[in-house]
């Protein structure tokens, strides 16, 4: 039987009571500081207050109906999960099993009827309307929907034995440094391979807490043990990539500082998955500005500047994924994001994804300023001269338009390359369609501009 407590209500409900809780706390404040407080204060208090009562009893009505459901019939359940069927299959042995379980099951690889012992013959699943029919009633008769978040819980093929099994290695992370090491590891693993797993997470708001307990309170001797760190950073990576997991993850109080420490002195494994788990939580737009405003940009940028293999491609995903807002434009800029990408395309180190974080920063005027002193312009016709890739050109041409639209002293250095190599005009003549129409710009911008110093 499943246990009752962290996981018995539907998140959603959860996560709603924790904001409301917030804002009367926030009211209430408001009202005993303010000897003159406005009666408009007093209302908006007591309508989240009854918006709190609300939700409560919801989530009491769901607990009721779980306890029903817990209470069926045996013939109702699944003889997997050991829990209400929501959809009866029959398999060919004749037994009646959930349709997501036995799905699991097969997918595994696993084709043994777990009734029966016997090899199944095939994998057809047929509906069993007779038990659904009968389910169906049954939950009726006690005013339970198929449909109701207690049931929808384990669309995923989660069972009993599944929660209680993540409550035994989330305990383990309070425990003594071996039990963490070893509970953080198969946490690592189940949340690689079983999806369902991360899943589990978002049904607690303080199943993230625990799991990173160890690197918020468990400062060994010598630091925290880097092993242990990695298996917990990418646990918290594997949770961030279900979708539903992305605000729950980035919410969690202590979630930046910690990715934030990892960035900066973890095993270049965990900093790369530090900065892979950044780049997934940074898919919701209210994510992008959280990571922002936690100061994550500075060390994704030192880690870029470092330059290890592992860790380029996930830090160059994150720091674009970040930079699509104005507001990280500027602070990508502040802590020297442009110097360090010129660095690494002088270098000719991953220029396809620094070209298009170039061009991504190239809409903030103070980015274009330093490409003009930091020499961005002979390094991105270089690059134009030598690049097989139509995007990498596409990208380069882009910024320089920017630059020769915004920085007339960088026109002499156009011009030379004009006379020298004829790139721009190669670029207007066989580039794609937005190539030939930035490089035309260029060069128009050009001629206009020596026909001026002529009539001038």
Not at 24 to 40: A, K, P, Y
Not at 150 to 163: K, Y
Not at 175 to 192: F, G, N, V
Not at 250 to 261: G, N
Request: glycine share 4%; with cysteine; charged share 25%.
């Amino acid at each position: 039987m499943a246990k009752t407590g962290v996981f018995d209500s539907d998140p959603a409900v959860v996560a709603k009571a924790t904001e409301l809780k917030k804002e009367l706390l926030r009211l209430v404040r408001s009202i005993v500081d303010d000897e003159g407080c406005s009666t408009e204060t007093i209302d908006q208090a007591k309508e989240t207050l009854g918006a709190l009562k609300e939700l409560e009893l919801k989530k009491r009505s769901l607990s009721f109906k779980l306890k029903d459901i817990l209470a069926c019939p045996e013939e109702f359940k699944c003889p997997i999960s050991k829990e209400l069927m929501r959809d009866p299959v029959i398999v060919s042995t004749g037994q009646t099993y959930d349709r997501p379980f036995i799905q699991k099951q097969l997918k595994s690889g696993n084709r043994i009827c777990p009734q029966t012992q016997q090899v199944l013959s095939h994998s057809i699943l047929t509906p069993n309307n007779l038990v659904r029919g009968m389910i169906s009633q049954w939950c009726k008769d006690r005013g339970i929907q198929l449909s109701d978040p207690a049931l929808l819980a384990n669309e995923d093929g989660i069972t009993a034995s599944d929660r209680d099994h993540l409550l035994s290695l989330l305990q383990k992370m309070s425990s003594a440094l071996p039990e963490q090491k070893e509970a953080a590891k198969e946490l690592r693993l189940l949340t690689k391979r079983v999806p369902s797993f991360r899943a589990l997470f978002g049904e607690s708001l303080d199943a993230i807490p625990q799991l990173l307990s160890p690197l918020s309170e468990g400062k060994f001797e010598g630091g925290i043990h880097s092993e242990l760190q990695e298996d917990v950073i990418t646990t918290l990576l594997n949770l961030s990539i279900h979708d539903n997991n992305k605000k729950l993850v980035a919410e969690t109080p202590m979630v930046m500082p910690l990715l934030i420490e990892a960035l900066q002195s973890g095993t270049i494994q965990t900093r790369s998955n530090a900065a892979a788990a950044l780049f997934t939580l940074s898919a919701l737009d209210s994510n992008k500005a959280l990571i922002g405003e936690s100061g994550a940009l500075k060390p994704l940028i030192d880690l870029l500047e470092e330059g290890h293999p592992l860790a380029m491609k996930d830090v160059a995903s994150a720091i674009f994924n970040l930079c699509v807002t104005h507001e990280n434009k500027a602070r990508a800029v502040r802590v020297g994001a442009v110097k360090t990408i010129l660095m690494k395309l002088t270098n000719r180190m991953h220029v396809d994804e620094l070209l298009t974080i170039l061009a991504l920063l190239s809409s903030h005027p103070k980015a274009v300023e330093e490409m003009g002193d930091l020499g961005a312009v002979p390094c991105l016709l270089s690059i134009m001269r030598d690049a097989i890739c139509d995007r990498s050109k596409e990208n380069c041409i882009a910024v320089l338009h920017i630059i020769c639209f915004n920085d007339p002293t960088k026109w002499k250095e156009m011009r030379e390359e004009e006379k020298n190599y004829r790139t721009i005009s190669e670029l207007a003549k066989n580039g794609t369609s937005r190539s030939k129409r930035k490089a035309s710009g260029i060069l128009d911008r050009l001629n206009r501009g020596v026909n001026m110093t002529h009539t001038a």
